[in-house]
């Protein structure tokens, strides 16, 4: 039966339309498990816990060098495969849940629940596995919404994740001091006057990144035991604003030895621009007083002051590795229990984060550090440590997991299983990434990003610079910060018009030719279709 949390305990009351909406699907898993269902026995399938994360970089020690002590993301990715070049398939936390959790490309940035995305009858990621036996948990924030794809799960803990009308604002804010929880009040600006960060000497279990490990690790000692497989996410909040951490973590880092941003300037003939985003949903005077407009250029827009930078870095800094101390209990359960030679872990964010650099805070952008996350996957005794420069995508977790768990993967699914990569790391993978963000569809190459805006706007607005152009492309190998455009540049007219059929192509034609994966008919396929290209 489907179960509601509160207060971390099971909640078996539910609506007579949650029950109608439960029994439908109960009775499509049984359809799906008739055809999808595994021919090895229960004992034999192994366990799957999935590590989301909100606004995490690929800056962490394991990804080169870095100031950010994270010890356990770096630990596990000690038995994993790494890989350096993966990338979201959206910007922003909605849009890019939903694709990853249904296995399918984004075809606007605005879809932010399930079925905007995945047909009706086709399952998701969870809903899959719970169909071929699985006991699905959904711990923390999962997707962006509490009430979506709900009869997927076997139990979902809502009380370790809850948004408001603004999605940086309720219970995930993790703020201790009174003066912040009252700021929080919901206004017509859509501001609050709460700080963007908080440094109080508090115990971990008073944030809510507490909570969802105590009750991933609850979970854990229960399969531990029981025999039946389990598919596990946890779902942390952390680093997502606000900047709250006890102070401990604060204390990892002296502030004058914070790191900003070496690029604090749009690159020469940019387009991308965005509006600070959740940045500017608290109270902040020197945030808040910046004056972004639609019409705002390059050279006006503003730069934050670099003790401001500074400060709000150190809070980020201080949230990755509160999270990751989160993380570490988790994996550290996970080993203890025994269970860690039969389980797959994945760890992921949604989407990158950008700390100054062009200028930019937030997410929701075309720039390579929204759209970069970090990505590792350990699959024992397959996985040993290991990195790649192969090009990967979140799409590619869903069949992933599932050839990984022998399932065959299902025919909705565009996403490509990392799996003989995983098993080969010398071999050919797929030629390009694709994203969606902001009227415009950018895509990543070994070497290059190509975007591609839907038209040029000569007045800007909160995605584009003003400009006369549409394309910007950014060449890693000569600029690795990617500082100049040089889409403008006459000499690169064939490069560009080559990345553009490349992108016209879509994610069927990146594949890698003769790779052949098991898939299952059972449910009707969408439409065929290339990399989409209608506006955002």
Known sequence: MFCKSLNGKCQSNITRREFI???????????VKGVYANDSTESQKRNVLLIYLDDLRPELKCYGESKIISPNMDKLAARSLVFNKAYCQVPICMPSRVSTLSGMYSRSSGQGHLRNLLGKGL????????????DTISVGKVYHFNNDDEPSWTRRYTDTFYEQKLVCDGYCSGYQKEENKKGLTYSRTGRNSSSITE?????????????????AIAELKKYSKSGQPMFLVAGFYRPHLPWAAPKKYWDLYRREEIDIAANPFFPTNAITRNSWGD????????????????SCDADRFPVLSEEKQQELVHGYWACVSFVDAQIGRVLDSLEKLGMADNTVVVLCSDHGWQLGEHKLWSKCSNYE?????????????????????????????????????DLPVPEHV????????????????KSAAFSIWGGAR??????YRLTVYNKALPKGNMHQL???????LYDYKTDPAGNVNIAVDPKNEELLEKLIAQMNAGFKAARVRGLTLKYNSAATPPSPSTFPTSPC
């Open 442 to 447: 950018s895509m990543r190459t070994d070497r």
């Open 199 to 215: 440094c109080v000497d508090a115990p971990d279990s008073s944030y809510p990144d507490g909570l969802i490990a105590d009750t």
């Open 279 to 294: 940045l500017r949903h608290y109270g902040d005077k020197e945030v808040n007083a910046a004056n972004i407009n639609g």
């Open 414 to 429: 565009e996403g490509t299983s990392m799996v003989p990569l995983l098993k080969e790391l010398s071999r050919e993978w």
């Open 123 to 134: 399952p998701s990621l969870p809903g899959y596995f719970k169909a071929n036996g699985y």
């Open 466 to 472: 003003p400009s006369q152009g549409r394309y910007e």
């Open 21 to 31: 909406e439960t029994c439908s699907f109960g009775l499509l898993a049984l359809s």
């Open 369 to 405: 550090e929204a759209l970069r996350v970090p990505l590792m996957v350990a699959a024992p005794p397959i996985t040993k440590g290991k990195k790649t420069e192969a090009l990967s995508e979140l799409v590619d977790i869903y069949p992933t997991l599932c050839e990984l768990t």
